[in-house]
């Protein structure tokens, strides 16, 4: 009987990234925004599901310049029983950043489609994100929609795809959905 051997979908990924230079997955230790907003400047992307769908939430993995979130973006693959690895969707709905106007860290949300049709979300920002958001945006068809609590609660903006500030939610930013553009959270 042939042997099969399958390559889990965790080892292409570190592969792929150790050729795109990444830094590392973001921990709580690791993550820019553990430390002051004039510490080193990271570039970040993290997965986002569909609302309503139960999966553990996935590490932001960041990168020391934007082109690194571009080309992990566009490398993203998954092992198929051959072991070849296979482009996955990877589209990017929208990117908060640590400073107002898109200045400072970012982090780029993607999914596996745009928004027609779709709601995504993160009922809890990523570690170290949580009081870190000063402007955010969407793209893809997305607009944005920031919390001051988790679980989508709490104060609420939505942008339209655009917030280079965002008022009282400044650094106070506790979970967010990226919705089709012309719907309102």
């Not at 230790?29 to 939430?57: D, F, I, L």
């Not at 960041?62 to 482009?87: H, K, M, Q, W």
């Not at 489609?113 to 068809?141: E, K, L, T």
């Not at 917030?163 to 012309?182: A, E, Y």
Request: proline letters at 5%; hydrophobic letters at 40%.
């Amino acid at each position: 009987m042939p042997r099969i051997t399958v390559i889990s979908a965790a080892f292409v990924a570190a592969l792929v990234l150790a050729g795109l230079g990444a830094v590392s997955p973001a921990t709580a230790a690791e993550t820019p925004h553990s430390r002051s907003k004039a510490s080193a400047v990271e570039h970040c992307a993290v997965e986002v599901q569909a609302v309503g769908e139960r999966a553990a939430p996935p590490v932001p993995v960041c990168f020391t310049e934007p082109e690194g979130v571009e080309r992990y973006l566009d490398a993203i693959g998954t092992a198929d029983a051959s072991g070849r690895a296979v482009a996955a969707a990877s589209t990017s709905l929208g990117t908060v950043y640590s400073n107002s106007n898109g200045g400072g860290s970012s982090l780029t949300f993607w999914g596996s489609s745009g928004c027609y049709g779709v709601v995504f979300g993160f009922s809890s920002m990523p570690s170290g994100w949580s009081s870190n958001v000063s402007s955010a945006g969407g793209s893809n068809g997305c607009w944005v929609t920031l919390y001051g609590a988790t679980g989508y609660g709490g104060s609420r903006l939505n942008c339209t795809p655009w917030c280079g500030g965002i008022g009282g939610l400044n650094d106070q930013v506790k979970s967010i959905v990226f919705r089709p553009t012309g719907t309102f959270g």
